[in-house]
């Protein structure tokens, strides 16, 4: 993988949930979303409520297994998401959580960020579902108690500030591997990968981004105190074969 492919590999991932996380360089080169006839781009704000909501609860747990293998996502707790927030449907015995993140998990300067379309399935480790889970169940708190994206951003520079929210936990790590998910109109299932989370590094740091290397960081900032490193695999969560790099 190249550089200029590793980089638009984590603009692609990082317009997904990622998250947790992670995010440009693809944005000049994928189609976007599209702009209305007024000229602006149809995610400016949020959309109801009911949008981002999956009706039926089994399909989000299914959805949400299928981010690691069944050895895995079998065992682990299951988020699904409710108005009022994340709540238990299962609960594991193996320290891992599934759940299928929404696009405010997206960059805060993604044009997705608000895609009602957007589902993430993501599995945190027993490390990630410590410390990289709090992230998601804070920004949604907030998103669903009426915050706009400035007031979200603001309230997480703030909540860094006083030190609420965990540094990633040693050897946090995070399956995206589900075929089903669906990550932005520009990117749509994409690839599957794994993510790992670790504090402020530079991309030297796991020799991300050089040409040959597996590794992908996108290095844009991100609000939370962490950094993610992306790496492909070649095969989905279920052992079909995945879209090669």
């Known amino acids: 993988m190249n550089t200029t492919h590793a980089r638009r590999f984590a603009a692609a991932v990082a317009r997904s949930i990622v998250l947790c996380a992670v995010a440009g360089f693809a944005a000049a080169d994928a189609p976007t ?5 007024s000229g602006q781009t149809p995610y400016e704000r949020m959309a109801r409520l009911d949008e981002y909501l999956i009706r039926d609860p089994h399909a989000e747990i299914a959805l949400a297994r299928s981010a690691a ?11 699904i998401l409710k108005p009022q927030g994340y709540e238990t449907a299962v609960h594991g015995t193996n320290g891992f959580t599934c759940l ?4 405010w998990m ?5 044009t997705e960020f608000w895609n009602p379309k957007l589902r993430g399935p993501v599995c945190y480790n027993p490390a990630a579902s410590k410390s990289i889970l709090v992230y998601t169940l804070r920004r949604t708190k907030l998103v669903l108690a009426g915050h706009s994206k ?3 951003l603001d309230e997480i520079h703030a909540a860094v500030a006083r030190k609420e929210l965990p540094w990633p936990e040693p050897g946090a790590m995070s399956f995206m591997m589900s075929k089903d998910g669906y990550l932005g109109d520009a990117a749509g299932h994409w690839h599957s990968h794994l ?25 844009r900032e991100l609000p939370e105190p962490q950094t993610v490193f992306m790496v492909p695999v070649t095969h989905w969560s279920d052992g079909t074969a995945a879209p090669i790099m």
């Open 69 to 79: 293998p069944a050895a895995i996502s079998d065992k682990a707790t299951l988020l």
């Open 33 to 37: 979303a599209g702009n209305t006839e």
């Open 106 to 110: 997206s960059p805060f300067d993604s």
């Open 150 to 152: 400035a007031q979200l």
């Open 195 to 219: 993510m790992f989370h670790v504090p402020k590094a530079a991309s030297e740091s796991w020799g991300a981004n050089l040409p040959g290397s597996p590794v992908v960081l996108d290095d």
């Open 100 to 103: 299928v993140e929404r696009s």
